[in-house]
């Protein structure tokens, strides 16, 4: 069964300035998604960006990029010139690209976000 | 823009209750999932769904069912509401696959039992 880990429960940053969230993954597969999620407090869970595993440039948002490492299974999240507005959990997921396959997540990174 | 909508934000249901938390999308969307989140565990799937009337069980089942008689609504059954069941459940939809397999999610719905 696929997997996914977030070895960081939370983070902070001030503000203006960059961080970088951490995601591994344990897969068999070679076709699948990877994704990041955000879910501000007592509010919905929206998509931040997402990477397809055979596109072997990074994605990028914004001031939201990813880091994507296939063969070590590693997909990064980094957010530049951070705003207040960015504080919220953070989730990593993964999706094999077959039909009927559910999002797996990871426990989620709490980021702050100082002024 | 994509629409999933959960019928209730709140509920508060006693020890036993019989509990149905609706969910409905409106994009057409093949894919319905269930999923359960608490402080520390991250979104653990209940069950999903891939087409009318299919399901397939996910991490956590037990204690839980789940109906899809139409397309666009998916229903999470708590056959007798416990306390350790007190958690915020959101549902989510995607299309069934391609490209565009982001998963679009609801509001949440806070589920207390007492």
């Known amino acids: 069964a696929q997997t996914v880990t977030q070895s960081q429960p939370e983070m902070s940053v001030q503000e203006a300035e960059t961080v970088t969230l951490s995601c591994t993954y344990d897969t068999s597969e070679s076709d699948y998604y990877l994704f990041w999620y955000k879910q501000p407090p007592s509010r919905q869970m929206i998509l931040v960006i997402r990477q397809e595993a055979y596109k072997q440039q990074n994605a990028t948002e914004n001031r939201f990029s990813v880091n994507f490492q296939k063969a070590a299974k590693s997909f990064s999240l980094k957010i530049s010139d951070s705003q207040l507005g960015d504080a919220a959990m953070y989730f990593c997921?993964?999706?094999?690209?077959?039909?009927?396959?559910?999002?797996?997540f990871g426990k989620g990174t709490r980021l702050s976000v100082i002024a | 823009d994509v629409k999933v909508t959960q019928s209730s934000r709140y509920l508060v249901k006693r020890t036993g209750e019989k509990v149905f938390l609706e969910c409905v999308q409106d994009?057409?969307?093949?894919?319905m999932f269930w999923y359960r989140q608490d402080p520390g565990l991250g979104l653990r799937l209940i069950y999903f769904s891939y087409d009318v009337k299919m399901k397939e069980k996910g991490d956590i089942p037990e204690g839980y069912s789940v109906s899809r008689e139409k397309k666009e609504r998916f229903s999470l059954i708590l056959e007798s509401a416990s306390t350790n069941q007190t958690s915020m459940y959101l549902c989510?939809?995607?299309?069934?696959?391609?490209?565009?397999?982001?998963?679009?999610f609801g509001q949440g719905t806070r589920l207390t039992v007492v």
């Open positions: 997921a993964y999706r094999q690209n077959s039909g009927n396959t559910p999002l797996v």
């Open positions: 994009m057409d969307h093949e894919n």
């Open positions: 989510a939809s995607s299309l069934w696959g391609g490209l565009n397999t982001e998963a679009f």
